[in-house]
């Protein structure tokens, strides 16, 4: 994440510039990912996007999201907390920070075919699926595509093209850290 | 500087060369700013990932991170990559590469020029010169370090962010004519060791050793030392050719030294810094009155800067950010006056702590920012004494306190219409206050294009040289009041398809109550400070930008201006008329290489003593080889690859009308990745 004067301004530094456009990122993301059929009843169904935690991309996602679609699917944005269940949410957007927590969110999401998506050069070779950073002071974001199928998720090559990084058992074979 | 003390006897003239460069350079470079997409909330539904992929994100336009487009100033930013593909040394080699900017060195300093204006003896204080958002310019000459002297390894640096335009509405004195802000690497961009080494031209060694690491728990870490030797060159100056001077040769005089520490720790929202230079130039000048080819002529600058901030983001939208820091520096000057005695030496020390703190919050099309800031300058001591036999010309010790707070409103009229009102209001217990105003109006009518128009006012408040320097020479003038500018600017960057973006801007600039010593005949016929020169300046500046994809990016700038004394409306020394810059970088297709080149043409100046210093062309080339057996970076950097010769302008202080600068010259550098 881009520290505005790296090494003296952390992640809560972000404006609203950034986490606006770090949110078209992710509303983008949920237009390149399919889900196993089972996650919708119907085609009315709504595309529900779950928000774990606090920060300015946080924010300006659930601004961003408010009156979308997904396809047909309206957008729905809940606010959660990191021990709430997440049956019947379709993508999360984990700004928790604390490891813990984001790792029960991760396994919590693996286990209900939910896409995880956060901030961090680290977020997608944690557990994340996709991770937004800031590299060379433009927008950037690293995939786990492992990750993505054990929630039983396809990334759409298209995604897969514009990635920076992608982390799986394959490519960690060859690349630099 | 303290050299001034012996230049006494030349008065600076009036007509020093102000150039203004009025030619606000709305040209962005290849990698410098201004990406083509819209970026206001409702345009980036709007957009593709390709598309969202190409914005770039800047902050100390206005105290946040935003979009180079949406800064209300004309920004260039400068990457890392691009300081390796190019073999930029310093931010002085940097600044010669951008529209609006020129490099004058003495062969002791490197000073700014800033739209025209860049007068010779003045040092860098119109330009504010931060890190990481800090202060860096002293509080005794307010100067900016833009050469070697410069607090921080450019290897560290991961952008440099230039903001022209006054930005004194935001950051108070100093934001003249730009600000800069170098933004150092987190420690996750380097995830591990990094070792450096270099050899390169006039007998220089330099190496590095840098640390750098996230770790989970949010915590980020970078660590770095920097050491530099070079011996220099043997000089020719033809105003010291007589038997009596060694025939003009400076030989072993040209010396340059210095070390440079860097740490930097992060956790959550805290963040701590801490920084340290120390660097010996050699002067082989021998500014006036000096031994001519006495190598103990030499002065030390050192700066340490410590800070500890924290940033926080609440629920409710606002974000805050607050910081404390403290500064330490020196400037130790031995000066071969008289063979008999041992050097003189002239001193200064400055010491100073503060506090700053700003809040933002959006409410409803209003995006506000406030703040304030103060700033207690401990020290701001000069001293002149012969050590052997002890006697002192001159000890001058003062303290002042300053303040300030500012307000900022960015409204969003309606889509494509962004308006900035912005001021800030500074205390000094020097000369008073100043108010400092700003606006702009942003104007986006479609994804490709941006129109800006900019009016603001700056200040610089005297520093304590000028207010208090006090010896046999020069008076001082606690009477002394700030220098002003005004400046309107209209700037408009398009983008026209096939990777291509144009600009072109158009500015005029009056700065008014400048600072220059003139010489008082009732008393002794001392030199003093006054508020006296009104320099008006105007120009244009278009650009051309390219990105052919492929890693083949390249750019040309041209900048036209004129900068005249408002009342006698000559033109000023060392005010370039036109200024030609480009820059090229390629892959060469093996081993992932590529080729940086980059060529700068300055136009002919006039020197203090109305002779003209000829136009020129300078072209620097580099080889980078990255990852070479994986492991390390390589590059090769011929600078001034034609051998052009040129000079720079000397100052009042200077018998030299005109400084040689370097011929050809190499360096390389390898880079090893743990």
């Given amino acids: ?177 | 500087m303290p050299t001034k003390m012996f230049s006494a006897a030349l008065p600076r003239v009036g007509a020093l060369a102000i150039a203004a460069g009025l030619l606000s350079s709305s040209l962005a470079s290849a990698q410098r700013a201004t990406p083509p997409p819209a970026t206001q909330a409702g345009d980036l539904s709007a957009l593709d990932l390709e598309q969202l992929m190409k914005l770039e994100v800047v902050y100390a336009g206005s105290k946040r991170a935003q979009l180079v487009r949406d800064v209300p100033s004309f920004v260039s930013v400068v990457t890392a990559a691009e300081i390796k593909e190019h073999g930029y040394r310093t931010l002085a080699d940097v600044l010669k590469t951008l529209p609006s900017f020129y490099v004058s060195n003495d062969r002791n300093y490197s000073y700014v020029g800033v739209r025209g204006l860049s007068r010779p003896g003045d040092y860098s204080s119109r330009i504010l010169m931060l890190l990481n958002g800090l202060r860096t310019n002293d509080n005794v000459f307010d100067k900016a370090y833009i050469g070697e002297e410069f607090i921080v390894d450019v290897d560290l640096i991961e952008r440099i962010e230039v903001i022209r335009g006054p930005s004194a509405a935001l950051y108070g004195s100093n934001a003249f004519f730009a600000v800069i802000n170098v933004v150092t690497k987190q420690g996750r961009a380097l995830q591990g060791a990094e070792v450096a080494a270099t050899a390169a031209s006039f007998g220089t060694y330099a190496g590095r050793a840098s640390y750098g690491h996230s770790f989970a728990n949010d915590v980020d870490v970078l660590l770095s030392a920097s050491y530099s030797d070079s011996k220099g060159q043997r000089l020719y100056y033809p105003e010291f050719d007589k038997p009596a001077t060694n025939n003009g040769i400076a030989d072993q005089a040209d010396y340059e030294s210095f070390h440079k520490l860097l740490a930097t720790a992060t956790k959550g929202g805290f963040s701590f810094q801490a920084s340290n230079v120390s660097r010996e130039k050699g002067v082989p000048t021998a500014s006036y009155g000096l031994i001519f080819n006495d190598t103990r002529t030499h002065s030390v600058d050192a700066l340490t800067l410590g800070s500890l901030s924290y940033n926080r983001s609440f629920s409710n939208g606002t974000a805050l950010s607050s910081r404390i820091h403290a500064g330490s520096w020196t400037n130790y000057g031995s000066f071969v006056t008289d063979l008999r005695i041992d050097p003189v030496r002239a001193d200064e020390v400055g010491k100073w702590f503060g506090a700053d703190v700003d809040a933002r919050r959006t409410i409803a099309r209003h995006l506000l920012t406030v703040g304030a800031e103060a700033q207690d300058n401990t020290a701001q001591n000069e001293s002149v004494y012969e050590p052997n036999p002890y006697a002192v010309y001159t000890d001058v010790r003062n303290k002042s306190v300053r303040w300030g707070m500012f307000a900022q409103d960015e409204i969003k009229l309606f889509t494509p219409l962004t308006f900035y009102a912005g001021l800030r209001y500074d205390h000094y217990e020097t000369f008073g206050s100043a108010m400092s105003p700003r606006v702009g109006l942003i104007y986006t009518p479609g994804t490709a294009t941006t129109v800006k128009l900019l009016a603001g006012r700056a200040f610089r408040a005297p520093n304590a040289y000028e207010l208090y320097y006090d010896n046999p020479v020069l008076k001082a003038n606690p009477l002394l009041q700030p220098e002003r500018i005004e400046t309107l600017e209209l700037v408009a960057q398009r983008l026209i398809g096939g990777g291509v973006q144009v600009s072109a801007s158009a500015f005029r600039n009056h700065l008014s109550s400048l600072l220059s010593q003139r010489v008082d005949f009732s008393d002794n016929n001392r030199l003093e400070f006054v508020n006296a020169d009104r320099i008006d300046s105007r120009g244009i500046e278009v650009g051309l930008e390219v990105n052919r994809g492929h890693g083949v990016t390249g750019n040309l700038t041209y900048t036209l201006q004129r900068t005249e004394d408002h009342a006698t409306s000559a033109e000023l020394s060392n005010s370039p008329r036109q200024m030609v810059k480009t820059e090229l970088r390629a892959p060469l297709g093996i081993a992932g290489m590529t080729i940086g080149t980059d060529a700068q043409y300055l136009s002919s100046r006039r020197t203090l003593s109305g002779k003209i210093d000829p136009s020129y062309v300078v072209t620097n080339a580099t080889l980078l080889a990255p990852r070479v057996f994986g492991k390390f970076d390589v590059s090769a950097t011929l600078y001034n690859l034609f051998g052009a010769k040129y000079w720079d302008l000397g100052s009042a202080a200077n018998v030299q009308d005109v400084i040689q600068q370097d011929g050809r010259s190499f360096r390389v550098k390898t880079t090893l990745h743990y």
């Fill in chain 1, 1 to 177: 994440m881009s520290a505005l004067f790296a090494g003296a301004r952390a992640h809560a530094q972000s404006s609203s510039d950034e986490a606006q456009i770090k949110a078209a990122f992710v509303y983008n993301f949920l237009k390149f990912v399919d889900w196993p059929a089972e996650a919708f009843h119907t085609p009315q169904d709504p595309f529900v996007v779950a928000i774990v935690g606090e920060s300015d991309t946080a924010d300006a996602t659930e601004r961003f999201l408010g009156a979308k679609l997904v396809g047909t699917r309206p957008i729905v944005v809940r606010r959660l907390k990191w021990d709430q269940s997440l049956t019947g949410v379709h993508a999360v957007f984990i700004a928790e920070r604390d490891a813990k927590r984001q790792h029960h969110v991760f396994e919590a999401a693996t286990a209900a075919s939910v896409l995880s998506i956060g901030e961090g050069e680290d977020f997608a070779s944690r557990g994340g699926v996709i991770g937004l950073l800031i590299d060379d002071r433009k927008v950037r974001f690293d995939i786990d595509t492992d990750a993505a199928q054990s929630a039983g998720l396809r990334v759409s090559s298209k995604l897969l093209a514009l990635t920076r990084v992608v982390h799986s058992s394959a490519a960690r074979a060859g690349t630099r850290p």
